[in-house]
C-alpha cells in the first residue's frame, strides 16, 4: 500500500552533483524516518544518510561534508544533494522510509525500487 519513488539519478564525472528525490504515497498514517541506502556491486547495502523529524539527520562517515538530506514532511518527501562525487559513490540508491500505514499498529520499513548514480570520467 505504500510506494517509495526515486528520481534523480543518472551519470556524472567526479567532482559533479546531482539530487535524489524520493516521494512516499499510500495509505500513510505516520511517517517517521526517512533517508538514503546505497549498495554498491558485490557490497552490502549500507546506510547514507537518514532523518527524523524533529532531529539532526545522521550521514556516514564518507559522505560528510558532500551530501545533505533534507525533507519535505508535508509532502513524504526526502532528497539527498550530493556534491563533489567520487567513483566509490557509484552503486544504486535506494530510498528508504519507517511507515506506519492506516490500520496498522506497528511501523514497517519500505523501500523504493532503486536509482543508479555512476560517478565515472
Known amino acids: 500500500q505504500v510506494q517509495l519513488v526515486e528520481s534523480g539519478g543518472g551519470l556524472v564525472q567526479p567532482g559533479g552533483s546531482l539530487r535524489l528525490s524520493c516521494a512516499a504515497s499510500g495509505s500513510i498514517s505516520t511517517t517517521t524516518t526517512m533517508g538514503w541506502y546505497r549498495q554498491a556491486p558485490g557490497k552490502q547495502r549500507e546506510l547514507v544518510a537518514v532523518i527524523t523529524g524533529g532531529r539532526d539527520p545522521n550521514l556516514a562517515d564518507s559522505v560528510k561534508g558532500r551530501f545533505t538530506i533534507s525533507r519535505d514532511s508535508a509532502k513524504n518527501t526526502v532528497y539527498l544533494q550530493m556534491d563533489s562525487l567520487k567513483p566509490e559513490d557509484t552503486a544504486i540508491y535506494y530510498c528508504?522510509?519507517?511507515?506506519?500505514?492506516?490500520?496498522?499498529?506497528?511501523?514497517?520499513?519500505?523501500w523504493g525500487q532503486g536509482t543508479q548514480v555512476t560517478v565515472s570520467s
Open positions: 528508504y522510509a519507517r511507515i506506519r500505514i492506516t490500520w496498522q499498529l506497528n511501523y514497517n520499513d519500505y
